[in-house]
């Protein structure tokens, strides 16, 4: 499809457990985000990649995640010894990246993937 | 947490009636974008706003960029049944940085 696309639409694990989560951006956008949403609550910044450069980790909540980029397209996002708070919808974003006139684009939205730990 | 104040959390209008919804910031942004996302979903952008004072359309939703850069209002005319969703605004400080959301406004509309 044109979209971004997320894999597994939904994720269940168990406390303690290791789970990665993927994106698959438009293709051609240089540009990629993940988001934390909380229920009930806007999406929350966790990083942003230009390519395969990780330019911003400031939001990933603790060392337990850790994204990647490796060839500058698909992202894979990964949370080691998952804790109960660590359950939420997690975004995905890419944008294309312009020039002068055409510098600023939107990021468009993949579905998410819905993880739950019990 | 979340850096932008959207208000009303919530609305629940009739069929046909307009809706107004805005966002106000203590810190200035170069970009206010509204998206829409319904259940299960990713949000969508339905507007994007990147100069102080513009007034932009899209059919029948209409968004302002404040003049002060802090604070954008999102108008829907004439709701439809399918604007149910969760309305959140975003603010992006330079271009292709990552956006602040607000915490959304919930929308219900009565046939």
């Known amino acids: 499809g044109a979209g971004v696309s997320q894999s597994p639409r939904y994720k269940v694990a168990k406390r303690g457990q290791d789970v990665a989560l993927r994106c698959d951006p438009i293709?051609?956008?240089?540009?990629l985000f993940w988001y934390q949403q909380a229920l009930g609550q806007g999406p929350e910044f966790l990083t942003y990649?230009?390519?395969?450069?990780?330019?911003?980790k400031s939001g990933l909540p603790s060392d337990r995640f850790f994204a990647e980029r490796p060839e500058g397209s698909v992202s894979t996002l990964k949370i080691q010894r998952t804790q109960q708070e660590d359950s939420a919808v997690y975004l995905c974003?890419?944008?294309?990246?312009?020039?002068?006139?055409?510098?600023?684009?939107?990021?468009?939205f993949g579905d998410g993937t819905r993880l739950s730990i019990l | 947490g979340q850096q932008l104040n959207q208000s009303p959390q919530s609305m629940f209008i009739q069929e046909g009636e307009d809706v107004s919804m805005n966002c106000t910031s203590s810190?200035?942004?170069?970009?206010w974008l509204w998206y829409k996302q319904d259940p299960g979903e990713g949000p969508v952008l339905l507007i994007a706003?990147?100069?102080?004072?513009e007034l932009t359309s899209n059919g029948r939703l209409t968004a302002q960029f404040g003049i002060t850069r802090k604070d954008s209002f999102l108008n829907i005319s004439a709701s439809i049944p399918s604007d149910v969703g969760i309305y959140f605004c975003?603010?992006?400080?330079?271009?292709?940085?990552?956006?602040?959301f607000g915490a959304g406004t919930r929308l219900t509309v009565k046939p």
């Open positions: 975003a603010g992006q400080r330079d271009s292709n940085n990552d956006m602040r």
């Open positions: 293709s051609g956008h240089v540009s």
């Open positions: 974003a890419s944008s294309f990246v312009g020039q002068g006139f055409y510098s600023n684009q939107p990021q468009h």
């Open positions: 990649f230009q390519n395969e450069a990780q330019l911003d």
């Open positions: 706003l990147y100069k102080a004072g």
């Open positions: 810190s200035i942004f170069n970009t």
